[in-house]
């Protein structure tokens, strides 16, 4: 391992341009993403769904997320972060827009279909942004870069009610067209990436002294490919997959957030744009937060290991009290929960996202993440079922089981985490220990 990590930010910034492409992608994929999720109550009258009908909907946008990742990570390791990326945009782009194609009579199965090539698309993102940040950025800058791009989750979602409240009538006249706004603004991220997208080792506008910097506390990897099948016994694979199993915290905010507001406080789409501001500005905030926390942490001399496992811990006793949301009968009080809760998870992701490239050399991280991913999206289908039913036999009360389990899980990943990896020894390019401990 490089002793050169004392080396201070050099002269040269181009990785922070190409972080700006990673957020800009994220906010044209969450707000894609969270379309369904604002109009769901307005959805729900004109196609009359049940619960369950949602959930299903819900279900096959996770299974085709976590089928797609486990053929898009490897994938992205194989042909690279540029082809990569840019197959998973076009794909999730082209069935973003054939939502707006469906109609009353076929509406279960047309958004199911929909919803599964969206998930199959934006499957890509994730491992394409993760492995780019391992890429582009030193070790003791990845969890704030990381932070900085998944912030922009919260963008795409900020937005989506905003727009659907200014182009969606009250009686749901316009729906569709939330659902084509990103195709257009998907081409002029395309033409972006590929006007600006190199490795760094390959890219004319870097300086020397950048690049030096970036690969000062990692080694340069040899071209051999590692199979997916060689990353998947590791139990450092399954401690970073079981950190993603709270993905489907995550979506039961995006996805049923709206409706929670709807049944519990009857907050129409019209009256969802500041609740969901105040949810995912403070989401934005913690993401930002958690990704400096580490990297503060670390320079103050903290080891990697004790400084990722600190900052999950301040998360996860940040998230703890939105288990009592379900009991305020103030709808601001509880947006506010709902939004630390958000904000401590954004944290939590900039971390964990950051423990696959600290452990895992930059060609084996895509696949990494993507095996994480589906187990998440996996997990976000057994919640969406289960929440399906107990909404539809208990109505609004079974929100209490969601919330309850949303608040209390973290600390209890974490602790398994840290038996699975209590050192986060870093693995060499042949997935064999090193001697440096993280």
Known sequence: MSQAKTLSPPKGNYRWRILMLLFFALSINYFDRSVLGVLAPTLFKLFDWTNKDYALINMSFKAAYALGLLTMGGLIDRIGTKKGFTLSIAIWSVFGMLHATITKSFSVIGFTLARFGLGFGESGLFPASIKTVAEWFPKKERALATGIFNAATSVGAILAPIIVGLVVADDGKGWQIPFLITGGVSSIWLFLWFRLYKKPENHPQITKEELDYIHSDSVVENEEKIPWAAVLPKRQTWAFALTKVLDAVWWFYLFWGAKFLYDQFQVDIKGLALPFFIIYALADGGSIFGGWLSS?????????????????????????????????????????????????????????????????????????????????????????????????????????????????????????????MPDMTPLDENLKPTTHKS
């Open 296 to 420: 503060k942490l670390i320079s103050m001399g903290l080891s990697i290991n004790a400084a990722r496992k600190r900052t999950l811990l301040v998360c996860a006793l940040i998230i703890l009290p939105v288990v009592f949301v379900t009991k305020v009968d103030n709808q601001w009080i509880a947006v506010v929960l709902i939004g630390l809760a958000a904000a401590g998870h954004q944290a939590w992701s900039a971390n964990v996202f950051t423990l696959a490239s600290d452990v895992f050399p930059k060609k084996a991280v895509a696949s990494v993440v993507g095996i994480g991913g589906m187990v998440g999206a996996v997990a976000g289908m057994l919640a969406d079922f289960s929440l399906g039913s107990v909404l539809d036999s208990q109505g609004v009360e079974g929100y209490f089981w969601a919330f309850l389990i949303a608040g209390s899980l973290y600390l209890i990943v974490l602790g398994i985490v840290h038996l699975l």
